[in-house]
């Protein structure tokens, strides 16, 4: 098998099986936490049960957000490979930890180091998948690679229904049956880990399998960069420097990273309790559900890329953007619970169509050698906005959960406002994205120039 495809194809399925173990958590996670969590009075405050959900998406998004950057940026000088390995790793002890982890406190710090885990693997993965693409073929590979990670985000919710069911047969509690699904995900991590490491080609020292003396050279070395970062002061995006150094166009990306961020993780952590508590289904129901749309929208991913490819992502990019800001809008109101998985899917197809072309947009606005740098940068603007779209999420469930109210004509329950406040957000991006986003910017176009330049002259 040819280099680059091979080490594609290693990208791809550890990704699957990395996404297929989380991907039978996360859904649950709000429900598995509601069976423990109770009110924290911090004297001054109540931390209710909803907002301790949202701040558990805030905490991974805390440490992956300021860590991206500087990861993606490391993996630009010691190559991709080793950075991706240590993360990996890191993700097979979260697996377990999910299960050892039985109050707010422990999962909030389980999930903050998943935030350094997960910042270590999905920007620096994304970077290779364009190192070993061609150009005309960006969009197509990324979308494999992102519904590579989107199948297992889908067939996840099927795995722990079956595995909480199976659980369900030989424990006495409900919490006993989540913590039994976490521990062999923990396998399912591990099988991931050595699936990367046996496949995927490193450029820099053009073979596969690291050795356990490799390994731990760069998990020295990632800890070293972990920790010399706290000592370089103010983040760089706060900094007036940070966005004179990029193009508009660029701008206008991290702009809509932040708000897909905001939005996703704002509504994400309380779907499953939506579906919970508004339409009484059963976690076995609800995995069903998530699995089964999120099936119907893997499919989409590489049609995305493709598309991509062959037309205009920044169109592409705008079309299902706006499509998918729409859709959201509509989720809160009082529906049949046929009629909300229907609005749940389509938006989840356009979404899948979106994510390819999105990051192929970004790869076409962005020079090689800095490619990690502004992956991790984007990263870094969408979990920026994830820290604050679970905490405020939280607050909104909160305060109206147990309202109702009347908009348009329809009958509405009171998380509305959160759909509806997602929905303006993506569409206010992508507007921007519209307005500012400039063929001049593009490096694809800059380097067909050069290299026509040089033809020319080489010609004379």
């Known amino acids: 098998m040819d280099k680059n495809k091979r080490t594609l194809f290693g990208l791809m399925l550890s990704s699957f099986i990395v996404n297929l173990g989380f991907g039978a958590i996360m859904p649950f996670l709000s429900i598995?936490?509601?069976?423990?969590?109770?009110?924290?009075?911090?004297?001054?405050?109540?931390?209710?049960?909803v907002t301790q959900?949202?701040?558990?998406?805030?905490?991974?998004?805390?440490?992956?957000?300021?860590?991206?950057?500087?990861?993606?940026?490391?993996s630009d000088k010691e190559g991709r490979k080793a950075i991706i390995v240590v993360g990996l790793g890191l993700y097979v002890i979260l697996t377990f930890g999910f299960g050892?982890?039985?109050?707010?406190?422990?999962?909030?710090?389980?999930?903050?180091?998943?935030?350094?885990?997960?910042?270590?693997?999905?920007?620096?993965?994304?970077?290779?998948?364009?190192?070993?693409?061609?150009?005309?073929?960006?969009?197509?590979?990324?979308?494999?690679?992102?519904?590579?990670?989107?199948?297992?985000?889908?067939?996840?919710?099927?795995?722990?229904?079956?595995?909480?069911?199976f659980a369900k047969l030989f424990v006495s509690s409900q919490i006993k049956a989540f913590q039994f699904t976490f521990f062999m995900m923990g396998g399912l991590s591990f099988i991931g880990f050595m699936i990367f490491n046996i496949l995927v080609i490193d450029p820099k020292t053009n073979k596969a399998r690291m050795s356990a003396k490799e390994i731990w050279t760069a998990v020295v070395l990632v800890i070293k960069t972990t920790f010399n970062i706290s000592n370089l002061g103010i983040p760089s995006f706060l900094k007036p420097s940070f966005w004179k150094e990029r193009t508009v166009s660029l701008r206008a990306v991290f702009i809509m990273a932040f708000s897909n961020g905001f939005g996703f993780a704002m509504v994400f952590p309380i779907f499953s309790l939506f579906f919970y508590q508004f339409y009484n289904l059963s976690e076995e129901f609800i995995g069903t559900i998530f699995g089964i749309v999120g099936l119907i929208g893997v499919v989409f991913n590489p049609i995305g890329g493709w598309v991509s490819d062959r037309t205009n992502k920044k169109v592409v990019v705008l079309f299902t953007g706006l499509i998918s800001g729409i859709l959201m809008?509509?989720?809160?109101?009082?529906?049949?619970?046929?009629?909300?998985?229907?609005?749940?899917?389509?938006?989840?197809?356009?979404?899948?169509?979106?994510?390819?072309?999105?990051?192929?947009?970004?790869?076409?606005?962005?020079?090689?050698?800095?490619?990690?740098?502004?992956?991790?940068?984007?990263q870094m603007f969408f979990n920026t906005g994830s820290i604050l779209g679970p905490i405020l999420g939280g607050i909104l469930y909160d305060k109206f959960s147990e309202q109702e109210f009347t908009f348009m004509g329809l009958q509405a329950f009171g998380v509305e406002y959160l759909f509806l406040i997602t929905s303006s957000l993506a569409i206010i991006a992508t507007i921007v994205l519209i307005i500012f986003v400039k063929k001049r910017d593009f490096v694809v176009n800059k380097l067909k120039e050069n290299k026509e330049e040089y033809s020319f002259i080489a010609k004379e």
Do not use: C, H
């Open 53 to 74: 959900i949202g701040l558990l998406t805030s905490a991974m998004m805390i440490s992956r957000a300021f860590l991206a950057p500087f990861y993606g940026r490391m």
């Open 329 to 378: 809008g509509f989720a809160g109101f009082q529906f049949s619970i046929m009629l909300i998985i229907g609005l749940f899917t389509a938006r989840q197809i356009v979404q899948q169509m979106n994510m390819p072309s999105f990051r192929a947009l970004q790869a076409d606005l962005v020079e090689p050698e800095k490619r990690g740098l502004e992956f991790g940068n984007v």
């Open 100 to 165: 050892l982890a039985t109050s707010f406190y422990a999962l909030f710090v389980v999930r903050f180091v998943q935030g350094i885990a997960s910042a270590l693997v999905w920007p620096v993965a994304e970077s290779a998948v364009v190192d070993v693409s061609k150009e005309e073929e960006r969009g197509r590979n990324l979308g494999w690679f992102m519904m590579s990670m989107t199948l297992g985000w889908s067939l996840g919710p099927f795995l722990s229904t079956v595995l909480i069911w």
């Open 32 to 49: 598995y936490s509601s069976l423990f969590f109770y009110p924290i009075d911090l004297g001054f405050i109540i931390i209710r049960e």
